[in-house]
Nanobody, 125 residues
Framework: VQLQAFGGGVVQAGGSLRLSCAAS????????LGWFRQATGKEHEFIAV????????IYSDSVKGRFTISRDNDKSTLYLQMNSLQLEDTAIYFCTASRTIIHSNLGVPSSWDYWGQGTQVTVSS
C-alpha cells in the first residue's frame, strides 16, 4: 500500500488542524493504521492507532483528549483531527500501515510496514 499524508500547515496555539492520509494499492480495510510524528532532533513518537474495525483507538498520553484518529475505508483515507494544538505539537507527522503488527509493537516505528512521506505541522505562539 502507498500512503500520502497531507493537510499540515502553520496554526496558532490553541487552534485546530486535520491531517489526512490517502492510501492506494491493496485493500485499505485490511490494515491497522497509525500516526507518528518527529520533531526536529528527536526520534519518531507514536501518536495514535486505529485497528481494522475502528474500535478502541489508542492514543499517546501527550495527545489524548485533544487528537482524534479515524478512518473511512470507502475512501481509503485515514484522518487525524488535532484540537487545542500546543507549541510542542510542532513536528513532521507520518501515517503508517501494517497488516501484521501486534498490539505490543504498536509504538515501535520499525514494526510498521508502510510509511507516508510526512506532512509538516507548525504551531506558533
Amino acid at each position: 500500500v502507498q500512503l500520502q499524508a497531507f493537510g499540515g500547515g502553520v496554526v496558532q496555539a490553541g487552534g485546530s488542524l486535520r491531517l489526512s492520509c490517502a492510501a492506494s494499492g491493496r485493500t485499505f480495510s485490511g490494515y491497522t493504521l497509525g500516526w507518528f510524528r518527529q520533531a526536529t532532533g528527536k526520534e519518531h513518537e507514536f501518536i495514535a492507532v486505529i485497528k481494522r474495525t475502528s474500535s478502541n483507538p489508542i492514543y499517546s498520553d501527550s495527545v489524548k483528549g485533544r487528537f482524534t484518529i479515524s478512518r473511512d475505508n470507502d475512501k481509503s483515507t485515514l484522518y487525524l483531527q488535532m484540537n487545542s494544538l500546543q507549541l510542542e505539537d510542532t513536528a513532521i507527522y507520518f501515517c503508517t500501515a501494517s497488516r501484521t503488527i501486534i498490539h505490543s509493537n504498536l509504538g515501535v516505528p520499525s514494526s510498521w510496514d508502510y510509511w507516508g512521506q510526512g506532512t509538516q505541522v507548525t504551531v506558533s505562539s
